[in-house]
Structure formats: C-alpha cells, structure tokens
C-alpha cells in the first residue's frame, strides 16, 4: 500500500512504476490485495499536499522530507527482513520528477534575469564583500584577458589531477583591484551562476542517501550538466537569437563576452558541485568557513588579511572535496568524464554567438562596400577625385564604431576574429570584382582610385594592430597585423599599375613581388582590363589591350603546361 502510495503521490500520474527488484532484504514480492478505504487514507495522509496545484519551488523540499521518510522506513522494514526494492524503486523514479520541479523553478529565474538584463554596460563591484563572492567564490575574471595573459586574472584556470583552481588568482589581483570596479561581463552572469549553485545544492540533497556514496557526485554533475544545457544555454540562445534578429551587435557583443566568464566560471562550479557531494563532515567545515570569512569581511577593512585566509582555508576544502569526488568516481580526469562539460557547454555557446555576431558584421560590411562599388565608374575618361571613395568612408566610420565597441567589451581572440573576419569580407568583395560575375571592364584611371581605397582600409588595419598589440600578444595561432587580410587586394592594385607588367611571366619574379596572388586570378582581371590611351591630346603611360591580352594568353598558357607537368609527376 505504501509502494502505491507513493507511485501516486511522488512519480505523479504520467510516470510509469519501476519494474519491482529485489531489494537488500529480500526477492521481488507479488502485488498486495487492495486495502480497505480507511486504509489508504490513512497511508497517503503523511504526504500531504503534494498534487500537482502546489508550486514547484515549495513542492520540492516537501519531496526530499518524503525521500528522507521513506528512507528511513526502509532501514526499519529492512531489519525486520521484509523487501524495499520497490519503495526505492519509486524514490528513484521520483527523482526525475523532483529535478524537472527544480529545472521548472529555475527556468523561470533564469527567464527573469535575461529580461531585467539589457547587456549594454558590465556589473560594477563596489564592495569588497562583492568582489570576493564574484571573483573567489564564483570564480568569474575580474578582467579582460589580454595579450600574453589568455585567462585574465579570475579564478577560471581548469583544475589540475591535483585539484588545484584558479581560486589565489582573484586574491593576488585584490590587491591591485580599485573599487568602483567594471567587470568583463554583464549581471546576468553571477545571478545565473547563483540559479545553477541553488539547482545543484537542492539535488545533492535529494540523490545523497538514495544513490550510493561513489554514485553521488556524477549523478549531481550529471542533474547539473543537463540543466545548464537545457535550461541555462536554450535560454542563452534564445535571446541570441532575438538579438540577431534585432541587428543589436553591441548587446551580441556583451553576450560572448557573458559565455566566456560563464565557461571561465565553469571549473570553480565543478569545484563547488563535487564538494556539495563530499562528506558531511567536510560540507560542515566548509559552511563553518565560510561563515568565518563573512564575519571577517563585515567586520571592518582591518580584517581583511584575516578574510584572505579564510578563503584560502575554503579553497583548500573545496580541492579535498574535488579530490574525494574524483576518487569516488573511479579518479576520473576534466574531458574524459563528466567534469569539465559545462565549461565545454558555455565555450560553445561563445562560439555560436560569436558566429552570430560576425555574420552580422560581415552583412554590413558587405552591404556598405557592395553599394558603393555599384556606384562607382570603371571605366572613366580620366582621372578620378583624390582621396578614398564615399563607401570607403562609410565603411571606416562603421569600423570604426564596432571596433570602438568591442574593444573593452570582446575577448581578446574573439576581438581580433571579429576584426579580420570583417577586413576579409571587405578583400573578398573587391577581388569578387574581377570575376566573372563582377564587373565588365575597368581602366587604370578605376584602379588608381581602387588603390587608394584599399590603402586607405590597410592604413585603418595597421592604426587598430598598432592600438591592441596583434602582433606581439597573436603570434602564438590568429596571425600578426590586420594587414595581412588585406595583402591580395594591395598585390593586385600595385601589379595593374606597374609599369613592367611582363614580371609576372617570369615565375621566380611572380613570386617574389605578388606571393599572395594566384595565377587564375591576375588572369581574370587582366581578362577585364580596357585600354585608354589618351586623356584629351595627351597620351597615357598604361598598355594597350592588345600588349595586355598576348601577357594573359602567355600566363595561360603557363597554367596548362604547369598543370601538365604536375600531371605527369603525379603519374
């Protein structure tokens, strides 16, 4: 009676009942007769209230008092030698509906903090109580990362197989740290780190005493993991969404910036979930601690060293509790288990925002210089005004702004990823003139006019690598100066415009002055190129069409014989 009981009460009407096992004292037992009507009463009037009308958040801990009660139950049915298969059974299902009444409770809280989030300014630290429970406890960056410093200075670092954390980061920062201080991320950050903690310190309770010791801290990683996913990185992504489909790059910057703190954050979260599933003893003297180090704190800024000790002595029980867990769950390592799957969880949203967000560059980008080239004459009867086009100054006025925007907002990879992707987009444009697709015909007089454009975007490139230090702090895998995104135009600018145009029959030459430029390309162009020889009674100094013509038929001829002999040494 008590198994049906609790099927109704706990697993809910949608559940199915676990197949009966046999349980530590004994082998599966038939179903019981029905008992009378004051029979059952009487059994389901020890959980009361638990139908579907009462609210998660208080429906929740009345489910672990039941789990607790049962258990206990259990251990008294077990030493007078009757079965409990089936009462864990139920306990065990109900788990699922206990975590989807915490997931259910937390999607609302999270809902609530993405909408009182505009993401247009980082959260200000003003005390120092505040910056402690960010930077030490949380383990979020207190900065930026920069150049040569790809961590900043929070307390993300991954654990080590010896349990160490990124947590003396923040306290060797402290000291330097001034307050009011400017975080790197926005304030639905810490408060969706503090749902994730709520959700974890509410499963922990529930799981303990039902699974056994070593099962505790996976199936907690394992409740918490799923929740991050389904929960915390759907509601991330919905409001990506919402944001592209505004065109806000400002606010999808503050959101990459969001998922690299959370990812940063994602070791120290570990720490915390593995120590929720320690022992009691060292759960107790973490608490104790940690009420230690608040006291310190609120007392007066004399105790500060004292506080600082205080959340070193807490950082070590974390690491003993993050060992023990590991332990139990068979000393398993980050990446190979189930640590480590919320940081990968949040590197991937920084990555699908990030994609959204230079999508959204790149289609500006795009936009601006494709009206402007369609506005532009190739083929002009003399020379063009000085100076760089009016596309090219709407271009740099916006890259201007977004780079100005994203400067203290991005990281430091994903700002020089924004700033190449959106300087290649702009290369691959003009290159796409000469086409097939492109334009019909240009004249020189066109190309000095596109050189100038193209100088006055590399000069732009080399003022912002100049500015962020790309080629000291990048070397180590994104590429040197932004100039180099912009090489393939400059080459074909400065080969138009040569006077020995005939070096690039010569292969040694070709490579040596044009080493970004492919063969098929300056044949496309040279393909496009008019003649014009006179500008009124004065005569011109560029080719004629015919000079022009026989150099691209000798450089095709080069590429069918070069594809021949690579042929032939392939055979």
């Not at 430091?412 to 796409?432: E, I, N, W």
Request: proline letters at 8%; charged letters at 20%.
């Amino acid at each position: 009676q008590l198994q049906s009981v609790l099927e109704a009460q706990l697993c809910g009407p949608h559940t199915a009942p676990p197949p009966q096992s046999a349980g530590s004292g004994g082998g599966a037992r038939p179903a019981p007769p029905p008992a009378p009507p004051h029979r059952t009463s009487t059994a389901s009037g020890f959980i009361p209230g638990l139908g579907p009308s009462r609210d998660p958040a208080a429906l929740a801990p009345a489910l672990v008092l039941v789990k607790d009660f049962v258990l206990l139950v259990c251990d008294a049915l077990e030493e007078l030698g009757c079965g409990t298969g089936p009462l864990q059974g139920v306990l065990v299902s109900a788990g699922l509906r206990y975590h989807e009444l915490l997931a259910s409770s937390c999607t609302k809280s999270v809902s609530a903090v993405l909408s009182s989030d505009p993401l247009v300014a980082g959260l200000e630290v003003r005390t120092e109580v505040q910056a402690r429970e960010l930077f030490t406890m949380l383990g979020l960056p207190d900065r930026l990362d920069t150049p040569g410093h790809p961590t900043g200075t929070g307390g993300g670092a991954p654990p080590t197989s010896a349990g160490s954390s990124g947590g003396s980061g923040p306290q060797r920062a402290a000291s330097t740290r001034t307050l009011p201080h400017r975080c790197p991320f926005t304030p639905l950050v810490p408060e969706v780190l503090r749902v994730v903690r709520a959700f974890v310190a509410d499963s922990v309770p529930y799981l303990s005493g039902l699974l056994r010791p070593w099962e505790v801290a996976a199936a907690a990683l394992h409740q918490r993991d799923r929740l991050i996913a389904r929960v915390v990185v759907e509601a991330l992504v919905g409001r990506m969404n919402g944001l592209v489909a505004e065109s806000r790059a400002p606010a999808l910057m503050w959101l990459v910036a969001d998922a690299w703190a959370l990812a940063a954050a994602a070791p120290e979260l570990d720490l915390f979930t593995c120590a929720q599933a320690a022992p009691r003893a060292e759960q107790a003297e973490l608490e104790a601690v940690g009420r230690q180090v608040q006291a310190q704190l609120s007392s007066s800024a004399s105790a500060a060293e004292g506080a600082q000790e205080g959340e070193a002595q807490a950082a070590q029980i974390r690491r003993r509790g993050f060992r023990h867990a590991e332990g139990l769950m068979g000393n398993v390592q980050p990446g190979g288990s189930v640590l480590g799957v919320a940081a990968a969880a949040f590197r991937a949203l920084q990555v699908a925002a990030e994609r959204a967000l230079l999508r959204l560059v790149s289609a500006r980008v795009e936009g601006i210089v494709g009206e402007g080239l369609k506005a532009m004459v190739w083929t002009p009867s003399g020379p063009l005004p000085l100076g760089p086009s009016p596309y090219v100054e709407a271009l740099l006025t916006f890259m201007q702004d977004t780079v100005a925007s994203a400067g203290g907002v991005l990281p430091h990879p994903s700002y020089v990823f924004m700033c190449r992707t959106a300087l290649k987009s702009t290369a691959l444009m003009l290159l796409r003139l000469f086409s097939p697709d492109g334009i019909k015909g240009y004249n020189l007089f066109a190309i000095e006019k596109l050189a100038a454009d193209v100088a006055a975007v590399q000069a732009f490139a080399a003022s912002v690598t100049a500015g962020t230090g790309f080629a000291a702090g990048m070397a180590t895998g994104t590429g040197g100066s932004l100039i180099d995104e912009f090489v393939e135009p400059a080459q074909l600018c400065r080969l138009l415009l040569s006077d020995t145009l005939e070096d690039v029959l010569v292969p040694e030459l070709r490579r040596q002055r044009y080493p970004n430029l492919e063969p098929p390309t300056i044949v496309q162009a040279l393909d496009k190129y008019r003649e014009i020889l006179k500008v009124g009674k004065e005569k011109t100094r560029f080719p004629t069409k015919k000079a022009v013509d026989q150099i691209t038929k000798q450089l095709r001829g080069q590429m069918v014989t070069g594809s021949a002999a690579t042929v032939l040494q392939d055979f």
